[in-house]
């Protein structure tokens, strides 16, 4: 994941429309990507995760993009709902050599009712 | 099947002192890595043990340090607290090591340093 800075990005959404949630990595060896949403006091939930090899991936509701030609990733989550407003990190690791997990950031994900 | 428990939850120490965290990782999971997380330098990779060896360890000072137990079970250690060691601390377990294999996450041990 990439630094982008103290703030943490916000994104605010009606209930029932679909989220997209975007984090940029800087490192192009990365060859393997997971989004984890972590609630208040809680500790960070997988959600869903995405090897290089591929473009997209689904799960229930959830649905990850990569473009690694922009070095992109993004979560789209439909169908929002209040139990999804959380904080969402994307990570990335490369399988050579034994470098551990970057973590983004996060992005503040508030569902309005 | 139980999830990653961290104790204590909440832990209040001034400068100078040491502190140790208890991890207890889900049964069958034999990894266990551990992370810091606050607000400016978001989650940030401490170490991480498999089968009671550190396998691998992030960029912080040697007043961090961690062991693992025969039984999977993790502590971490700070000594000589500083006000910037206050933070979340979280532990996550995985059956494997690697960055690779999916790691579950405690609710983590929240640190406060005066």
């Known amino acids: 994941g990439e630094s982008v800075g103290l703030h943490l990005p916000t994104l605010s959404v009606q209930e029932g429309d679909n989220s997209i949630i975007n984090c940029a990595y800087s490192n192009s060896a990365s060859d393997y990507f997971i989004w984890y949403k972590q609630e208040s006091g809680k500790g960070p939930q997988f959600i869903i995760d995405?090897?290089?090899?591929?473009d997209k991936r689904q799960g229930q509701r959830v649905t990850v993009l990569l473009n690694k030609t922009v070095k992109h990733l993004s979560l789209q989550i439909a169908a929002t709902q209040p139990g999804d407003s959380a904080v969402y990190f994307c990570a990335d690791s490369r399988n050579s050599g034994n470098t551990p997990l970057v973590f983004g950031k996060g992005t503040r994900l508030s569902v309005i009712a | 099947k139980a999830g990653v428990t961290q104790t204590p939850r909440y832990l209040i120490k001034t400068r100078g002192q040491q502190v140790t965290l208890s991890c207890s990782p889900i049964?069958?999971?034999?990894?266990v890595s551990w992370y810091q997380q606050t607000p400016g330098q978001g989650l940030q990779f401490l170490f991480e043990?498999?089968?009671?060896?550190?396998?691998n360890k992030g960029n912080f000072p040697g007043r961090f340090s961690g062991r693992q137990f025969s039984n999977s079970r993790s502590e971490m250690n700070v000594s000589t607290l500083e006000l910037g060691d206050s933070a979340l601390y979280l532990c996550?377990?995985?059956?494997?090591?690697?960055?690779?294999?999916?790691?579950?996450f405690g609710p983590g041990t929240r640190l406060l340093v005066l």
């Open positions: 995405i090897r290089s090899n591929m």
């Open positions: 043990y498999f089968s009671e060896t550190q396998r």
């Open positions: 996550a377990s995985s059956l494997y090591p690697g960055p690779q294999e999916t790691q579950y």
């Open positions: 049964s069958g999971h034999r990894s």
